[in-house]
């Protein structure tokens, strides 16, 4: 069964530079969740996206924003990285369309690393 | 805020005992519980779901209850095999309407199952 596509899995940048995370819900999910998890830590919501629009939104700096495209990917994008932005980022789809009961499945992640 | 515990922290078990790791939510207007299991350098897995209507749950060897009165809900696993070695962690959502909201996590359960 396809799942969740995130590009790219692995990133090195500088501090102060940007960077993009990409993903790709599985097919016919319209809600798309961002995570960031540290080292030896649990994961920690950041924003999600139903139909193009934020649903919600949790401990995400100012610094970072996401959006939703009409094909129902995102783009978490992450400016001025500090040394603290390093960790694994998770994207997770599910479906609010009449499928009750549908939970959120993760994708592989995106590992940055600012130095 | 909302808040889960997760207990314990590690777990070691030889092959084929059970296992058993358990979570405590905090709001409880939470109605939907999964159990995620994360291998190491991989995404958390969706292994099995429980929501507030019901107070058990079995998957073959897995099975998770849910004790709504006292804001608490357990794994359990049978017959434990070296490859259910992983980090496990439980998470509780508000779930109205269709897809889950924002999961929050426990802090998570390293198992190791001895050959």
């Known amino acids: 069964a396809a799942g969740v596509i995130q590009s790219p899995r692995h990133l090195i940048k500088e501090k102060r530079e940007t960077a993009t995370l990409k993903c790709y819900p599985i097919p016919r999910h319209d809600t798309v969740y961002w995570y960031q998890q540290g080292p030896g830590q649990d994961p920690q919501f950041l924003i999600s996206?139903?139909?193009?629009?934020?649903?919600d939104k949790g401990s995400i700096p100012d610094r970072f924003s996401a959006q939703q495209f009409s094909d129902y990917h995102s783009e978490l994008n992450m400016s001025s990285l500090e040394l603290g932005d390093s960790a694994l980022y998770f994207c997770a789809s599910s479906s609010r369309r009449g499928l009750a009961g549908v939970g959120q499945y993760f994708g592989p992640g995106t590992r940055l690393l600012v130095l | 805020g909302e808040n889960v515990e997760q207990h314990p922290s590690t777990l070691s078990v030889q092959e084929g005992d059970s296992a058993v790791i358990k979570c405590t939510y905090s709001d409880s207007a939470s109605n939907y519980f999964p159990w995620y299991k994360q291998e190491l350098g991989k995404g958390p897995q969706l292994i099995i779901d429980?929501?507030?209507?019901?107070g058990e749950k079995k998957d073959q060897r897995i099975a998770v209850t849910l004790n709504k009165t006292a804001k608490h809900f357990s794994l359990h696993i049978t017959e434990t095999q070296p490859e259910d070695s992983a980090v496990y962690f439980c998470?509780?959502?508000?779930?109205?309407?269709?897809?889950?909201?924002?999961?929050?996590f426990g802090t998570g359960t390293l198992l190791a199952v001895q050959p």
């Open positions: 429980i929501r507030s209507n019901v």
């Open positions: 998470a509780a959502s508000k779930d109205y309407g269709g897809a889950t909201n924002k999961l929050i």
């Open positions: 996206f139903y139909e193009k629009m934020q649903s």
